[in-house]
């Protein structure tokens, strides 16, 4: 195990992203007098592919080859792990507490969880395994951070405060993929296995609602919502 003083040189933080019109700054917490609901489904009617995953290092550690599915679907084409939010929020119900912040480990050399959403601040990174993860988190083609975590148990902490969807990868171990989408309202959810989701306590009125699956891609959906009424939603990501 390296000494703490030349384990933290590892860690090469990227420049501040500075936050955007779309930050989660600038949204504010108010009174929703009779909210609505948003509830729906997303699916995916395509071929459903995989990509073939081949450990070239520490196969001890990271496995043997496997295919892995691009995007997650079940029998009926719902599709899990999708992210699906509502778009320009100004105000709203307030955000879910959270006992700690959240977590991107990686174990096995897989990131865990391989799709998650979380408010703008920040991310704890782990490295679980006895090998070195090199993290490196990008926004479309912009670095977000760029971590080494030489040791095992080792975290570090990043702040993600520009919304949208971050690619991260592994320079250390190529194979390895995961997505981290930084929303910028309380009003997300990540969908089920069989593709459902829900939203609670919206203010009434009329919304862009995304639905985004990084192989697919995002899709747009119009909702209006009434006061104390649920409004059904069904998405369908495009195939590819």
């Not at 955007?20 to 699916?43: F, K, N, Q």
């Not at 988190?137 to 971050?166: D, H, S």
Request: hydrophobic share 45%; net charge negative.
């Amino acid at each position: 195990m390296l000494p703490r003083s030349i384990a933290l040189g590892f860690a090469l933080l990227a420049a501040p992203v500075v936050p955007d019109r779309h930050s989660a700054l600038a949204y504010e917490v108010a009174p929703v007098s009779a909210g609505a609901s948003i509830r729906g489904i997303v699916t995916y009617a395509g071929r459903v592919p995989t990509r073939m995953v081949v450990p070239t290092k520490d196969q001890a550690v990271c496995g043997g080859p496997r295919e892995e599915p691009e995007i997650r679907v079940d029998a009926a084409g719902g599709v899990g792990d999708a992210i699906v939010l509502l778009k320009e929020v100004a105000q709203g119900k307030p955000w879910p507490e959270a006992a700690t912040a959240p977590l991107l480990d990686q174990k096995g050399c897989v990131f865990l969880p391989a799709i998650q959403a979380i408010p703008a601040g920040t991310l704890q990174v782990r490295n679980s395994d006895p090998v070195l993860h090199n993290t490196h988190g990008f926004y479309g083609r912009r670095t977000a951070f760029n971590l080494a975590l030489p040791n095992q148990g080792q975290v570090i902490e990043v702040e993600l405060q520009r919304a949208g969807q971050v690619r991260i990868e592994c320079d250390a171990h190529g194979w390895m993929l995961g997505w981290v989408y930084v929303v910028d309202n309380p009003y997300y959810a990540l969908t089920a296995k069989d593709g459902s989701f829900a939203l609670s306590d919206v203010p009434p009125g009329s919304y862009t609602l995304v639905a985004n699956q990084a192989f697919t891609g995002p899709v747009e959906v119009a909702v209006t919502v009434a006061a104390g009424e649920t409004a059904e939603v069904s998405v369908q990501l495009p195939a590819r």
